[in-house]
């Protein structure tokens, strides 16, 4: 007889030896055995057949005993003298077998292995093995969905705030943001189903995020609201808006809580990627929660709390500090995020004019040191410039309807002379979106077919075109857009036509 065919004899004894012990119904000692046995036969071999064979023999429940023994276990077992080995162990062995079932797509749908994920979630901090695992049944569309459960991902969030310095951060972070890519592409398919699945976990994990978030002293800030921006941008909006409406009142607390930790970042100097995400997050809530995310309505100043006028007396006056102080109503963090929001984003679109008429000039920094700066710009101009216009078109909308309602002014956002201010913002950031488009239109990408499918000029246009429906300050100067836009207007059509 070879030795080949010995040593394949010998597994072979040695595999229905492990299965025997293993099997349901033997004792706890002879489990003990059967798991160490079944560690050295995973050392040689994690075939289909083998692993298949020991997945349908294993004792479950035993194996997620072992997995929470000894000072995991609030009912601490004990493990025998005869199986040669300690608790942690043989603990470390429970992992190591669940590590080998999980790079089986099989076995990651079974009910057998699905039960086990609450116990390898209680474990994150005690195994990095159980943060693999949870990433590759994020990455397995059959069973991820049950990453949606609200307290299976309430253990992986809170593993992300104490990771923030870890290599296993990132691991995390991806779990989380597979999440909401598994509602998207779920609710693409069945919307119903999924919206019943997971009815309890958006306000469930927009709450658990959001409070820290809110929190003054909170360092990582930046790298929350990096989190939050690209896993909110996979949630369809019809989704979003039936969660809302279903759950108004954990929506109003987290919403609150975004804000907070909004105006903190937006009063204080940031560097450009979280300045970018700021603006990304408040124009993702735009579109899904609509103009009542920046203008909600808000009660009369006489229903502020009488203490929180009263605190106010005698509180600093900045207002980052403010905010931590005073314990500030939902009216007053409304008002402060509005003004700061429509103010900034005028800002930024002028920002943003001013880079790109730099790119039509030539001007824009080219050197090694700016190169960080130019992506940036590059981010701003595909990904922030069109929520900045959709911000700064819902500013107008809301200017209008004050202006129109005597009973919304007395009692919304702003006074009259807040009100002002405002219209002064967006004049000057108008007048540099107006500036530009003059300018691109005499540039050498200023010709109508190459304007038509510009998409800058044409959403500058239009954003344009709301404010001067609205104000009349700068049309002498618009004038000079038309007739190029005429032409734009007539080759859009010609291209339609022959679609």
């Known amino acids: 007889m070879s030795e080949s065919t010995s040593n394949n004899s010998n597994n072979s004894s040695d595999l229905e030896r492990c299965l025997e012990l293993l099997r349901p119904g033997t004792s706890d000692e002879s489990k003990f055995i059967g798991l160490t046995l079944m560690s050295d036969l995973l050392q040689i071999s994690q075939d289909q057949e083998t692993m298949t064979h020991f997945f349908d023999n294993m004792d479950f429940p035993f194996l997620d005993r072992m997995m929470q023994i000894g000072e995991y276990n609030r009912q601490e077992s004990s493990v025998p003298k005869e199986a040669g080995v300690d608790a942690t162990t043989i603990r470390s062995i429970a992992i190591d077998i669940m590590t080998c079932f999980s790079t089986h797509w099989e076995f990651l749908v079974r009910k057998e292995f699905k039960d086990r994920v609450p116990t390898m979630l209680s474990l994150l901090s005690a195994s990095k093995k159980i943060l693999k695992i949870m990433v590759r ?9 049950i990453l949606t459960n609200p307290g299976y991902q309430s253990s992986i969030v809170a593993y992300i705030f104490d990771t923030f310095d870890s290599e296993a951060h990132e691991d995390a972070v991806m779990v989380f943001k597979r999440t909401f890519l598994i509602i998207q592409e779920g609710f693409k398919q069945n919307p119903k189903i999924v919206l019943q699945i997971t009815k309890d ?14 929190v003054l002293s909170e360092t990582h800030k930046p790298e929350i609201l ?3 921006t690209e896993s909110v941008a996979y949630l369809p909006e019809q989704y979003m808006q039936q969660h809302v409406k279903d759950h108004a009142v954990e929506t109003r607390n987290w919403v609150r809580n975004l804000k907070s930790g909004l105006i903190q970042l937006l009063s204080t100097r940031q560097a450009p990627t979280t300045r970018n995400d700021c603006f990304k997050l408040i124009g993702l809530l735009l579109q899904r929660l609509g103009a009542d995310w920046i203008f909600p309505e808000i009660p009369t100043t006489d229903t502020i709390l009488a203490e929180t006028r009263t605190k106010k007396k005698s509180s600093p006056a900045t207002l980052v500090h403010s905010m931590e102080s005073l314990s500030l109503t939902d009216a007053e963090i409304d008002k ?10 005028c800002v930024e679109a002028r920002v943003l004019m001013d880079e790109l008429a730099d790119e039509l000039s030539g ?7 700016e190169d960080d700066e130019v992506r940036q710009a590059k981010v701003r101009k595909e990904q922030v410039l069109p929520l900045v216009y959709e911000i700064l078109e819902v500013s107008i909308g809301y200017l209008v309807l004050v202006s129109e309602d005597d009973e919304l002014l007395e009692r919304g956002l702003f006074d009259a002379t807040a009100l002002l201010k405002v219209q002064e913002s967006l ?6 979106v107006l500036d530009y488009l003059l300018d691109l239109q005499t540039s050498k990408d200023g ?11 044409l959403a500058s246009m239009r954003i344009l075109s709301v404010w001067l429906t609205e104000d009349d300050s700068l049309h002498a100067q618009a004038v000079a857009l038309f007739p190029t836009l005429e032409e734009v207007v007539r080759l859009w059509f010609q291209e339609l036509s022959l679609d």
């Open 427 to 432: 004049q000057a950031a108008f007048s540099a």
């Open 137 to 145: 049944i994020s990455a397995y569309p059959q069973v991820s969905m």
């Open 226 to 228: 990096q989190m939050l």
């Open 363 to 369: 001007t824009a920094a080219t050197t090694k040191k």
């Open 336 to 345: 402060k995020f509005a003004a700061l929001v429509v103010h900034l984003a």
């Open 447 to 457: 010709t109508p077919e190459k304007l038509v499918s510009n998409m800058n000029y």
């Open 201 to 214: 976990f958006l306000p469930t994990i927009m709450s658990r995020i959001s409070k820290p978030f809110s």
